[in-house]
C-alpha cells in the first residue's frame, strides 16, 4: 500500500470518528449540553486538520490504524497539558485591548488639537 493510500484510510478513519461522536452529541444531549461541548468540538476538527495537513510516517499511520478512539486520546492529552494556550490568548487579548486603547486615545487626542 502506498503513502497516499494509507493516509486516505487514516483519514476516512477519523472522519468516521468525527461523525460518529458529533451524532452521538446529536442523538443523547440537549442543544444547551451540545453548547458546552462546542471546546471539545473544535478542538477535535482541529486535531482532525492537523492530522489531514501533516506528513505522518508510514508507522505513525499504521500506530493511529490500531488505535481505537484517535480523537478522543489526542483531545484528553491536548487538554491535559499545562494549559500553555490560555497563556497565549491572554497575552494576545491583553496586547489587543492596549492596542486598541492607544488607538482610541491617539483619536481623542487628534480631536481635541483641531
Given at each position: 500500500?502506498?503513502?497516499?493510500?494509507?493516509?486516505?484510510?487514516l483519514?476516512?478513519?477519523?472522519?468516521?470518528?468525527?461523525y460518529?461522536?458529533?451524532?452521538?452529541?446529536?442523538?443523547n444531549?440537549t442543544?444547551?449540553?451540545?453548547?458546552?461541548?462546542?471546546?471539545?468540538?473544535?478542538?477535535?476538527?482541529?486535531?482532525?486538520?492537523?492530522?489531514?495537513?501533516?506528513?505522518?510516517?508510514?508507522?505513525?499511520?499504521?500506530?493511529?490504524?490500531?488505535?481505537?478512539?484517535?480523537?478522543?486520546?489526542?483531545?484528553?492529552?491536548?487538554?491535559?497539558?499545562?494549559?500553555?494556550?490560555?497563556?497565549?490568548?491572554?497575552?494576545r487579548v491583553d496586547?489587543?485591548?492596549?492596542?486598541?486603547?492607544?488607538?482610541d486615545?491617539?483619536?481623542?487626542?487628534?480631536?481635541?488639537?483641531?
Amino acid at each position: 500500500m502506498n503513502y497516499d493510500e494509507l493516509k486516505d484510510i487514516l483519514m476516512k478513519k477519523i472522519d468516521q470518528e468525527l461523525y460518529n461522536y458529533k451524532q452521538n452529541l446529536i442523538k443523547n444531549y440537549t442543544p444547551e449540553q451540545i453548547i458546552n461541548e462546542a471546546y471539545e468540538i473544535n478542538f477535535k476538527e482541529q486535531i482532525r486538520d492537523i492530522l489531514d495537513s501533516s506528513m505522518l510516517g508510514r508507522q505513525e499511520m499504521k500506530v493511529l490504524l490500531k488505535t481505537d478512539n484517535v480523537l478522543g486520546k489526542l483531545y484528553d492529552y491536548w487538554e491535559n497539558l499545562d494549559g500553555n494556550i490560555w497563556g497565549q490568548l491572554e497575552d494576545r487579548v491583553d496586547e489587543k485591548i492596549t492596542k486598541m486603547a492607544l488607538l482610541d486615545y491617539q483619536k481623542n487626542k487628534n480631536r481635541e488639537v483641531r
